[in-house]
């Protein structure tokens, strides 16, 4: 997360896992801008297809807010 800017103020970035069985994406918490600094750690991608950045409001979403502004694909 090297470079990204911060969130617009009152807001977070949350991260997802999109799992490849097509149920609903799983949250991997957020990150402000302190978090933005530290290594992200991720748990369960071995049953994910992607992995996806949404902005929500402080404290996160139960589900992503869409248009994701990133999304990486995930080797099979």
Do not use: F, R
Request: charged share 15%.
């Amino acid at each position: 997360m090297n470079d990204v800017p911060a969130p617009p103020e009152g807001k977070v970035y949350q991260m997802w896992l999109i799992p490849k069985d097509g149920s609903a994406p799983v949250s991997q918490g957020l990150m402000d801008e302190d978090a933005l600094s530290k290594p992200a750690v991720v748990q369960g991608i071995s049953s994910a297809s992607a992995l996806g950045i949404t902005v929500e409001p402080v404290g996160g979403s139960q589900s992503p807010t869409l248009p994701t502004v990133a999304a990486a694909p995930l080797g099979a």
